[in-house]
């Protein structure tokens, strides 16, 4: 399974970004999908995460109600949506997929994922 992550830029504060993460490998392998971030000198926290099939979707509280995450089954693509973005968003987005059909307590945690994209930079400016 590789996971390539893109859409990142430099966004100014209040402004969006959507970005994405491709898919390549068996479908079958996928029981969960998630997004995490890493700011400088900072843990890779939680962004949110949702079960390939549909159903459990989790968000970190810090970004509840303004990030969304989707997905495309038939393009093995996964998305973001990013709004109403602060500078403490700043941070490389990683994606990730697990074998598991996790719950949504599970979701937050990076040991529960087997494979992980790149990471993408996002960047807002104050």
């Known amino acids: 399974v590789q996971l390539q992550a893109s859409g990142g830029g430099l966004v100014q504060a209040g402004g969006s970004l959507r970005v994405s993460c491709a898919a390549s490998g068996g479908t079958s392998s996928y029981g969960a999908m998630g997004w995490f971030r890493q700011a400088p000198g900072k843990e890779r926290e939680f962004v949110a995460a949702t079960r390939y099939g549909g159903g459990s979707v989790n968000y970190a509280d810090s970004v509840k109600g303004r990030f969304t995450i989707s997905r495309d089954n038939a393009k093995k693509t996964m998305y973001l949506q990013l709004n109403s973005l602060k500078p403490e968003d700043t941070a490389v987005y990683y994606c990730?997929?697990?074998?598991?059909?996790?719950?949504?307590?599970?979701?937050?945690?990076?040991?529960?994922?087997?494979?992980w994209g790149q990471g993408t930079q996002v960047t807002v400016s104050s």
């Open positions: 990730a997929t697990s074998s598991q059909r996790l719950i949504s307590t599970s979701m937050v945690h990076t040991s529960n994922y087997d494979y």
